[in-house]
């Protein structure tokens, strides 16, 4: 007996040498991918990420992954995911998620949910926007007041901007700033707005006012007034202030069911505001349903999904849909097919989607699918983590 326990001990000893030494890390397999995906949101210039499924949420941060599983947070489970709206904080790497009044905020090291039950001004309240500042703060902008002049003969009233930033404590949402800007009621809509690498707050109503210094004993901004060849410029969504200059944003919010028209433009003096339509400049596929989702502006481009609609029912097609980019410089557009694939027939499963660098990841009603763009190949976001951690 004694030995084989020296040969083995010998055997042992001589193949130390050989023994490659493996770091081993915990890793946590990301199955709450596989389950309905809700949302999807890339924010490419900064490598991130975020997935909310009816089992959890995903965080990345380029290849660094973040699960928080609805098991452990069950608060998960509250939120309306399809309709809340996904901001992200490059500075903090703080995703916001804002749905009615829930505000959640999910990071590395961060998961805080909070609700809002601040009562604003009750005639305007459902005109409001949300934007973070370069620091990484949240703000809201509505109107606060109404003021309305009995002799000035005119049935039209202006309607007070109020910027609040968000404090999130048990006692209070918001910190006001109250302000002299206001919009008049033939103008009224939503004051979206964006901040600018200097920090200075544009608000995208008409007029457009670049606020340079806020707080709440004073308020320092310049009034553009803006017009628009055919139409009256209100207000555009989802703005975006480009390196060239222009605000860029949409006619109007877009769905699946109800997509974009048209791009605005405008620069930051009294230059008249401009309409790119979409079905002017770009020839869409006789089978799509227009461009339901915005995906990035980059500089003077903005990216589009444009959606096909198949089904078992109405046969397999050779397209899931497009991305389209939408050169605002020149009206030009040019159209990327995503083709269909046998682990992905047709878009009819499709709830969600949004492009991080050379992917499409695309939140089915089954799973998380990645497209690769270089390769036209369709997988699943699970099984390329489970082949992933085989071949480390």
């Given at each position: 007996m004694n030995k084989w326990i020296t040969l083995i001990l010998v055997l042992l000893i001589g193949t130390t040498s050989c023994v490659d030494e493996i770091d081993l890390r915990p890793f946590e397999l990301p199955s709450l991918t596989k389950s309905t995906v809700r949302r999807v949101e890339a924010f490419e210039l900064d490598s991130a990420l975020f997935v909310a499924t009816d089992e959890g949420v995903m965080l990345l941060y380029g290849d660094e992954q973040i699960l928080f599983d609805a098991g452990s947070y069950d608060e998960l489970l509250e939120i309306e995911w399809t309709n809340a709206e996904v901001l992200y904080a490059p500075t903090t790497d703080i995703f916001w998620v804002i749905a009615d009044s829930a505000f959640l905020r999910v990071g590395r090291n961060t998961f805080d949910l909070h609700y809002d039950r601040t009562n604003f001004y009750a005639p305007t309240k459902s005109y409001f926007d949300y934007a973070l500042s370069p620091d990484g703060k949240l703000y809201r902008l509505g109107y606060y007041d109404e003021v309305w002049d009995?002799?000035?003969?005119?049935?039209?009233?202006?309607?007070?901007?109020?910027?609040?930033?968000?404090?999130?404590?048990?006692?209070?949402?918001?910190?006001?700033?109250?302000?002299?800007?206001?919009?008049?009621?033939?103008?009224?809509?939503?004051?979206?707005?964006?901040?600018?690498?200097?920090?200075?707050?544009?608000?995208?109503?008409?007029?457009?006012?670049?606020?340079?210094?806020?707080?709440?004993?004073?308020?320092?901004?310049?009034?553009?007034?803006?017009?628009?060849?055919?139409?009256?410029?209100?207000?555009?969504?989802?703005?975006?202030?480009?390196?060239?200059?222009?605000?860029?944003?949409?006619?109007?919010?877009?769905?699946?069911?109800?997509?974009?028209?048209?791009?605005?433009?405008?620069?930051?003096?009294?230059?008249?505001?401009?309409?790119?339509?979409?079905?002017?400049?770009?020839?869409?596929?006789?089978?799509?349903?227009?461009?339901?989702?915005?995906?990035?502006?980059?500089?003077?481009?903005?990216?589009?999904?444009?959606?096909?609609?198949?089904?078992?029912?109405?046969?397999?097609?050779?397209?899931?849909?497009?991305?389209?980019?939408?050169?605002?410089?020149?009206?030009?557009?040019?159209?990327?097919?995503?083709?269909?694939?046998?682990?992905?027939?047709?878009?009819?499963?499709?709830?969600?989607?949004?492009?991080?660098?050379?992917?499409?990841?695309i939140g089915t009603r089954e799973e998380l699918m990645v497209y690769d763009l270089n390769t036209d190949d369709v997988t699943s976001y699970l099984f390329n983590a489970i082949e992933n951690l085989s071949v480390q």
């Open positions: 009995p002799n000035s003969g005119s049935f039209f009233s202006d309607y007070m901007i109020g910027i609040y930033e968000f404090v999130g404590n048990p006692n209070n949402t918001w910190k006001e700033t109250q302000t002299d800007l206001g919009v008049n009621s033939k103008f009224l809509a939503d004051p979206t707005f964006v901040f600018a690498e200097n920090g200075d707050l544009i608000i995208n109503t008409n007029p457009v006012y670049v606020v340079t210094s806020f707080n709440q004993s004073e308020v320092v901004a310049d009034s553009i007034s803006k017009t628009g060849s055919g139409f009256k410029f209100r207000t555009s969504y989802q703005p975006y202030l480009s390196e060239t200059g222009h605000m860029y944003g949409l006619f109007s919010e877009p769905t699946f069911l109800t997509p974009v028209v048209a791009v605005v433009d405008h620069a930051l003096n009294e230059e008249e505001v401009r309409l790119h339509a979409l079905d002017e400049n770009c020839e869409m596929p006789s089978s799509s349903q227009g461009a339901v989702k915005l995906l990035d502006w980059q500089s003077d481009q903005a990216r589009f999904f444009v959606q096909v609609f198949s089904s078992p029912q109405t046969g397999e097609s050779e397209e899931l849909g497009y991305i389209m980019t939408f050169d605002l410089a020149s009206d030009q557009c040019s159209l990327r097919s995503l083709r269909s694939h046998p682990d992905l027939k047709w878009s009819e499963g499709i709830n969600d989607l949004d492009i991080l660098e050379d992917k499409v990841y």
